[in-house]
């Protein structure tokens, strides 16, 4: 099968950083997207360029914390002379956001999105759905974790469970992973919280077929699993396949056992989670795996978000049956000029991706290659 390369349909600014991009997943309202920035207050070193600035001040400076600024930005795409576009709906201040996920079930009858900060916090957001000409967010409830931390990522455990009372599984910048209930009336309420990796916990998602089950990837090259059922004090396993930081986990919606990893070491591990002493199959993509989303329809499509070598679309290959798998890449995007971050799949266009990149601060619509 041979790779296609493909071309941008629209992009904008973000103006600040880009590192994360969500689809709404609720039908009517497919075309928005949300994109979460970070940005580093300048305010710092403008000052200590100051030839004026006194001994007294510039001590006060240096002790001066950094200040992680970030906006949540809406988008919708529109279809102006039969070509998509993005149009910006509504930009809010926010601090750095490093991570962001829908709930795939409605709370309290609202669309929810959920942040991940700088600040060490969880917020909610709520799409306004009266009036689909006059959609925005509003911020519903927050979550302090830890103030002093990063949250660097987070994962709904309702993507298939259909229960009332959904959970938010969070890493945190000191190798914390945390567990938070969401109940009916969007109130946040942490359940669980246990130190997971020796350095920063990059990423913690759920099996979306169990949901007492939890995995972790650190900077200490570790993957992990963990059952809620049990004492976290221990993992169910540690797994060091990975040659450096486990960065992205994502449970595939569409096949029960499939489980994807991705690493600072520029590979892709595809997972039984029956058996997790070794992947099944594995793909070098020449660039560290920020994020992976699997395909919301199809078991066998895998988008990857590779930091230094773009954005791919791997397809998954049951060679004679699933005993013997293969990865191979179907689709690529190379426009981005910088870190290639976030991404995520449409859940209307089977094949339109949306794509974020780090210091060129843009985001790329464009079309992938599913066949």
Known sequence: MSQINVSSLHSLDTKYSADSIEFCPFKNYFQFLACGTY????SKSNLTTNENINSADEEKINHEPIKRLGKLLLYQIVNKENSLKLQEVQRIETAA??????????????????LADASGKICLYGLNQDNVNNTQFNQLSTCVTNEEKLCLSLDWSNRLESSNNASIVVSQSDGNIVVVSIDNHIGILE??????????????????WNTNLIYSGGDD??????????????SLFTNRRHQAGV????????????????SYDEHIFLWDT???????CEHFVAGGVWR?????????????????????????????GKDSLSMNKLTSFMEHQSLAYGADWSYYHESLVASCSFYDHTIHIWEANLN
């Open 39 to 42: 940005q580093l207050s300048e």
């Open 97 to 114: 956001i490093l991570d962001m996920k829908w709930s795939h079930r409605m709370i309290d009858d609202k669309f929810v999105l959920a």
């Open 191 to 208: 359940k669980n919280r246990w130190h997971a990796h020796d350095f920063e916990a990059w990423i913690a998602a759920f099996n979306y």
């Open 221 to 234: 090259n570790c993957f992990k699993g963990w059952d809620l059922r049990i004492n976290t004090s221990t």
């Open 247 to 262: 960065c992205s986990i994502q449970s595939n919606p569409n096949s029960e056992y499939y489980l994807s990893t991705g």
């Open 274 to 280: 029956r058996l997790m002493n070794e992947p099944v």
């Open 292 to 320: 992976l989303k699997w395909h919301p329809t199809r078991k066998d499509i895998l988008l990857s978000a590779c930091m230094h070598n773009g954005f791919h679309v791997i397809k998954v290959n049951e060679n004679n």
